[in-house]
């Protein structure tokens, strides 16, 4: 399959679509992001590919997402080859934080289930040649509103996270009162550049407010959907929705259609091959959400198939259109 870029023709049936999706909102423009635009990137110089990873929320949720779990999940990734197939980033999700902060004000590790807290843990994940990943939100509370939220208080937080040795920031978008995704997201892009460590900064704004199209200013991706579910009907329909969204995607950069349900047992094996399928072509984050310490060998080979990951990885920096679904169908599923 070929990229559309030199072949403008080709490009029609997107812009098309982006246009035809935009007029049910009332808001039909076509866009075209330039060269230029393309190449800069955020400077903290992170997601030159789209990141590869895992993060515990598609399958633990809040329950055993404690650091025993994530010390076993980095055995796992390197002991079964997934992290020299690229995996690199392990992502904690919601729930890994004390109800309230502490005295000082500072975020603090659930004493339960982080007891020997997330320095010691992003220590362990690197000792592995792993980087270690944290999740926060552009609000009061988080969406599971286990913890307190980085609104109001996105310098100290980031600077918290960068004395961890955290690498990643999932920055969720609950509980925030109506307040400015266009302030929010700002703010801690600016926190985590001052914070004195490279921190990749995933927007996770769902696409409410269209943040593929001002994302790359601040951020390395950003959602462009709500949560995806173990489903054929949701996988697909996220797959459409992030699609519109395929000019904006670019080194530094990256449209994120949500993580991956590969393993987690509600579509079949074919349908987990064209999810990944699609997620590689759309140069989408490779975000691992099954339990990797306990994976089938189809799992297995699905995530780590080294020509997919390649198209993810390598070549143009671009996304492939899915605008027509059958020829992508066909390229994803085995032969037979
Ligand atoms: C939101 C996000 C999810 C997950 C949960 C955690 O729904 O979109 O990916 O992080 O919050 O509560």
Known sequence: MEGYRGRPWTRLPALLLACAAAAAVGECRVVHVGEAHRRSMLANGLGATPPMGWNSWNHFACD????????????????????????????LDDCWAEPERDAKGN?????????????????????????????????????????????????QDAKTFASWGVDYLKYDNCNNGDTKPLQRYPDMSKALMQAGRPIFFNLCEWGDMHPARWGAA???????????????????????????????????????????????????????????????????????????????QDTYDILANKEVIAVNQGGLQIPLRLSVRAPALAFALPAG
């Not at 404690?66 to 010390?71: A, D, F, L, Q, S």
């Open 64 to 91: 055993g997402n404690g650091e025993v779990v994530i010390r076993e999940t980095a055995d796992a990734l390197v002991s079964t080859g997934l992290a020299a197939a690229g995996y690199k980033y392990v992502n």
């Open 218 to 296: 601040y951020g390395n991706s950003w959602r462009t959907t709500n949560d995806i579910e173990d489903t054929w009907n949701s996988m697909t329909s996220m797959a459409d929705q992030n699609e519109v969204w395929a000019e904006y995607a670019r080194p530094g950069g990256w449209n994120d259609p949500d993580m991956l349900e590969v393993g987690n047992g509600g579509m079949t094996n074919d349908e987990y091959i064209v999810h990944f399928s699609i997620w590689a072509i759309s140069k989408a984050p490779l975000i691992i959400g099954c339990d990797v310490r306990h994976m089938s």
């Open 107 to 155: 975020l603090a590790a659930n004493k339960k289930t982080f007891p020997h807290g997330i320095k010691a843990l992003a220590d362990y994940v690197h000792s592995k040649g792993l980087k270690l990943g944290i999740y926060s939100d552009a609000g009061y509370k988080t969406c599971a509103k286990a913890q307190p939220g980085s609104l109001g208080h996105e310098e």
